[in-house]
Nanobody
Framework: QVQVVESGGDLVQPGGSLRVSCAHSASIFSIYVMGWYRQAPGKQRELVATITRGGSTNYGDFVKGRFTISRDDAKNVMYLQMHNLKPEDTAVYYC?????????WGQGTQVTVSS
């Protein structure tokens, strides 16, 4: 079993920045890919960003250069740095770890963008 815990969600004003974190219990050598997904009320969960074991990144079309995914393998933490946040970015942000033993999700962290 891999433990996955998100943190850092908050209420942010439009145009603001926020970094959310994902702490996990897996070795990077047993991970295929990690990612951030989000789900807004009444909508399906959607891809925000992914990062492979080799460090290749992929982003949802709506990101348009505003978000950056990264990780610190020494700390077993993945990050999502978000800039120029918009009200439509309001959602629960989930961390996903695709591991040799299965696919693991955290409980999510709420990001609210509102004035």
């Amino acid at each position: 079993q891999v433990q996955v815990v998100e943190s850092g969600g908050d209420l942010v004003q439009p145009g603001g920045s926020l970094r959310v974190s994902c702490a996990h219990s897996a070795s990077i050598f047993s991970i295929y890919v990690m990612g951030w997904y989000r789900q807004a009320p009444g909508k399906q969960r959607e891809l925000v960003a992914t990062i492979t074991r080799g460090g290749s990144t992929n982003y949802g079309d709506f990101v348009k250069g505003r978000f950056t995914i990264s990780r610190d393998d020494a700390k077993n933490v993945m990050y999502l740095q978000m800039h120029n946040l918009k009200p439509e970015d309001t959602a629960v942000y989930y961390c996903n770890v695709r591991h040799t033993t299965g696919n693991y999700w955290g409980q999510g962290t709420q990001v609210t963008v509102s004035s």
